[in-house]
């Protein structure tokens, strides 16, 4: 289970990472709906890697 909610934070942060970087480039747009669902994804996966170790101040 460790395991697994390690490669969620990962993937989450990659969310995060790629979406902000997509729009540094001109990629994609931050209005677009696939910037929005990659915050809201990786926000998301993040949250509960941050929930399952117990870093809470992460997540304020």
Do not use: R, T
């Amino acid at each position: 289970m460790e395991i697994l909610i390690s490669m969620l934070g990962w993937i989450g942060f990659l969310l995060v990472i790629g979406a902000y970087s997509l729009n540094s480039y001109q990629k994609i747009k931050s209005d677009s709906l696939i910037f929005q669902l990659m915050n809201l994804a990786g926000g998301i996966l993040l949250i509960i890697n941050s929930v399952y170790k117990e870093a809470y101040p992460f997540s304020l």
